[in-house]
């Protein structure tokens, strides 16, 4: 159980939302999106480490 | 009709000078025989040795009722995992887990179903070899009326219940397991109501049977005392029913025949009823086994949360005790009239 | 036993986090959602393994056909993470997709469940052609 992957997915999250919140004060609308983007993007890799790591071990144990 | 019977009764006397010791009873099937001991001594003896051989018989059936147990369980197990979670998957993966079980469990089910109408036929053709030497021996100690009276009966009833068994009630167990692998598979209320009717049908078609017989007999006065004694017996074990009941079933059962032990003075008789017996424990033993068996894995399923396996394996014991209470009731019945020739006979 | 306490830990500590990303969209406490149910799957199947393999060895004292207990088995992992993907897509608001996700594994249940279902009607007819 990393509960160091659960801290960086929230540490992504909080360094994500600081620097939406710069961007769009200081008027880059778009590159506020794109970073939001690209940290769900970074995100969404490692957790689809984890979750093709659960379906192997599901199969494993399931026995499909 | 009853001066034909009786011009027959008088014919056999004369063409067969007999005494009682004189008359041989007819030979048992010969799973029954490995059963019967050797010489007929006493009653007692004789009957407790049956049990024990018939037991150890039995022992095979005894793994291959535990062999399904565990298997049982083993599935339960696997469905009780999900039971926590509520939702759609949920109630595929119980219909799933009931087909499973369903599968395991009527394999063995059908040799058992197989093996009472079997017992059945049995014991219906052994009385048909056993009773006109009993009439015979009855009649030619003077009881002709009697004794005719009490072949008729024993014959009509006896070949109305085997042939009521054969035709529709194993019929009707089939029907009952399927209705409790489709009720519990898809949970309707409808089917579950069939279900509860097809057993209700079941031991309501053996009891009117039995009370018809034992009321005949009373009524045609042939005996008297301990016949009414063994009649109120089997009238209460077909009663009792079928399921909770075994253990009434075997202590009223011990008793009735306790009571043919009283009037055990003749070989002929303590044969014929040996036999019967014979013919029957074995069965009886095989199917008791698996219902016991059944009950237990019922209750080990349940404690894994998965109802409908666990009710599914419950109904599959009370169909084993519906085939106990058939071939109960047939060989109740021989004995019963067994009981009745010997007391008749003195 | 350790194990179970840290994951315990661990869901706790996802709950308030993903509460305080609140604020930026559901994305990113979705992830969260996402990653930790994961991660406590991982830990109920290896607390899950000893159990099968008990299965396993009823099956090999009782001489259950192994086709019945695979069929099983495959139904309940199925079924365990089709309630995760349907509770996932329910907290994210969609449920239509989560209960979308519930109907197609109960069809892939079914289908699972065919050969069973073949041999409980091959059974049958083969009891009824005796009878």
Known sequence: MDIDLIFKIAAIGIIISILNQVLSRSGREEQATMT???GLVVVLMMVAQKISALFDLVKTLFDF | MKRLIALIG????????VSALEVESPQAPSDAQDLLPGEVTSFGEDLWELFKRAVKKAEPQISQAAGLCLSLTAISMLAGILHSTPGKPVAAVELAGVIAAALLLLNQTQSLITCASQTVVELSEYGKLLLPVMTTALAAQGGITGSTALYMGTAVFDSVLSSLISKLLIPLVYIFLALAVASKGTGQEMLKKLQGFVKWLVSWGLKIIMYIFTGYISITGVVAGAS????VKATKLTMSGMIPM????????????????????????VYGMLAILAIWISPFIRIGISYLILKLTAVI???????QIAGVVENFSEAMGMLLAMTGACCMLLLISMICFMKGMG | MERYFTVLGGVLIAVILSLSLKKQGKEFPLLITLVVCVMVMVAFSAFLDPVIDFVYLLKNISGIKSEYLSVMLKIVGIALLSEIAAMVCQDAGESALGKTVGVLSTGVILWLSLPLMNDLLELVQKIVGEA
């Open chain 1, 36 to 38: 939001t983007l690209a």
């Open chain 2, 10 to 17: 008088l014919v056999f006397i004369l063409a067969m000078p």
């Open chain 2, 228 to 231: 009414d004694e063994a009649a």
């Open chain 2, 246 to 269: 075994v253990g009434g079933i075997l202590s009223d059962a011990s008793e009735a025949v306790v009571v043919g032990a009283g009037m055990a003075k003749n070989a002929v008789g």
């Open chain 2, 301 to 307: 399923c349940q404690c894994f949360g998965v109802k």
